[in-house]
C-alpha cells in the first residue's frame, strides 16, 4: 500500500488521526502517549515514523511489555491488599508514632533524673536495685505500647 499525501503542517487532531488509519480515538490517543515518550513530534511524518517503527518491531516485545505492565499491576494491587489488611503501614504514621514513643521515653528519663535522687538518698543497693527495676520496668511498658499501637 502506498503512502497517501499527508494534509498540512497544522495541529493534527486524535479524530483526524483515527479516521485516517481506521482506528479508534483511544487508540491514537495511546500512539500520542507513545510518540511523546519516544520523542516523535505528533505530526503526520511523526506519525508515519511511530507506525514504522512499531511494524519494525518483533511480536515478542509487546507480549513482553504486557507482561510486566500485568506483572506491576499485580505488585500494586498486592500491596493495596496488604494495606488494606494492616500490614503495610505507613512511613507517616510510622513516624509520628516513633515520635511520641520517644517522647514518652525521654520525659520518663527526665522524670527519673528529676526524682529518684530523693527517692534513693540514704537507701542501700539492695533498696535501690527494686526502685530502678520498676521505673526501668515501666519505661519499657510504655515503649511496648506504643509500639503495640501500630
Known amino acids: 500500500m502506498g503512502r497517501q499525501k499527508l494534509p498540512s503542517k497544522k495541529q493534527i487532531t486524535l479524530e483526524e488521526v483515527a479516521a485516517k488509519y481506521g482506528v479508534t ?3 491514537t490517543f495511546q500512539w ?9 513530534p505528533w505530526t503526520w511524518e511523526g506519525i508515519e515514523k511511530f507506525k514504522d517503527i512499531k511494524r519494525a518491531q518483533p511480536v ?3 507480549a513482553e511489555m ?4 500485568l506483572q ?7 500491596l493495596k491488599i496488604q494495606k488494606e489488611r ?5 512511613i507517616s504514621e ?3 508514632t516513633a515520635v511520641r514513643i520517644v517522647s514518652i521515653w525521654c520525659s520518663e528519663l527526665d522524670a527519673l533524673v528529676g526524682d529518684l535522687p530523693g527517692q534513693l538518698a540514704g537507701l542501700t543497693e539492695a533498696e535501690i536495685q527494686p526502685k530502678l527495676r ?3 520496668e515501666l519505661l519499657k511498658a510504655n515503649a511496648k505500647k506504643g509500639f503495640g499501637a501500630l
Not at 502517549?33 to 520523542?39: F, H, N, V
Not at 504486557?66 to 505492565?69: A, I
Open 60 to 62: 515478542g516485545d509487546m
Open 86 to 90: 494492616g500490614e503495610l503501614v505507613l
Open 25 to 27: 480515538d483511544g487508540a
Open 134 to 136: 520498676s521505673r526501668i
Open 94 to 96: 510510622m513516624r509520628e
Open 66 to 69: 504486557k507482561r510486566q505492565k
Open 72 to 78: 506491576k499491576e499485580v505488585e500494586r494491587l498486592d
Open 32 to 40: 500520542k502517549k507513545q510518540m511523546i515518550t519516544m520523542g516523535l
